[in-house]
């Protein structure tokens, strides 16, 4: 069974860090893509960072450039998103979802699924 599962999210103050993980079960990370997205209330969902299966490639929204750093434990089959220098705007749900295929359009989740529950973060002092 195809399972993402996200996980780190919670409260930090403006400034600081957390790291959420997304653990993959059913499938490995060796033939997928996998996508951060995030979905704030009343906006509407966007891309923040993807990895892909083939060499690791990753690939980042403009918004996040220079904070956040997508990575990948093949051993573990998770992915990490690591967030620094957190700001109030980084509130929201943060779901990540597989693809097999990385499109020029992935920050609108084109070809993405099997989505996980989503972690919340809230970036609140």
């Known amino acids: 069974q195809v399972q993402l599962v996200e996980s780190g999210g919670g409260l930090v103050q403006p400034g600081g860090s957390l790291r959420l993980s997304c653990a993959a079960s059913?499938?490995?990370?060796?033939?997928?893509?996998i996508g951060w997205f995030r979905q704030a209330p009343g906006k509407e969902r966007e891309g923040v960072s993807c990895?892909?299966?083939?060499?690791?490639?990753?690939y980042y929204a403009d918004s996040v450039k220079g904070r956040f750093t997508i990575s990948r434990d093949k051993t573990k089959n998770t992915v990490y998103l690591q967030m620094n220098s957190l700001k109030h705007e980084d509130t929201a749900v943060y779901y990540c979802?597989?693809?097999?295929?990385?499109?020029?359009?992935?920050?609108?989740?084109?070809?993405?699924?099997?989505w996980g529950q989503g972690t919340q973060v809230t970036v609140s002092s």
């Open positions: 059913g499938f490995t990370l060796d033939y997928y893509a």
């Open positions: 990895i892909s299966s083939s060499d690791g490639s990753t």
């Open positions: 979802a597989r693809s097999s295929a990385l499109f020029s359009s992935w920050y609108r989740g084109t070809g993405f699924g099997s």
